[in-house]
Nanobody, 116 residues
């Protein structure tokens, strides 16, 4: 059973930066596509950024140029570097690992609050 543990959330002022980390319980990046999602109050969960097993990357339009997803195989960790944060980025951020319809794993979430 794959387990995901997120960290790195917190309170930051507009224009600030945070780096989220998602550590996996074992080496899975050659099998699982990885992604970060977020869910703000009274909104649906949305995809923020994804990185496939082959290294293809995609971003939600509102975060392009500000957020960067990456992974470090030696540490079994996926990162989300978030720069120039805006109040509308406030949400609970979730790490996701997926193998098509075979497996779909979620972390517990980490709160990001952007406020002055």
């Amino acid at each position: 059973q794959v387990q995901l543990v997120e960290s790195g959330g917190g309170l930051v002022q507009p224009g600030g930066s945070l780096r989220l980390s998602c550590e996996t319980s074992r080496s899975i990046f050659s099998v699982y596509d990885m992604a970060w999602y977020r869910q703000a109050p009274v909104k649906q969960r949305e995809l923020v950024a994804g990185i496939s097993t082959g290294g293809s990357i995609n971003y939600e339009d509102s975060v392009k140029g500000r957020f960067t997803i990456s992974r470090e195989n030696a540490k079994n960790t996926v990162y989300l570097q978030m720069n120039n944060l805006k109040p509308e980025d406030t949400a609970v951020y979730y790490c996701n690992a997926r193998v098509g319809v075979l497996d779909d794993v979620w972390g517990q979430g980490t709160q990001v609050t952007v406020s002055s």
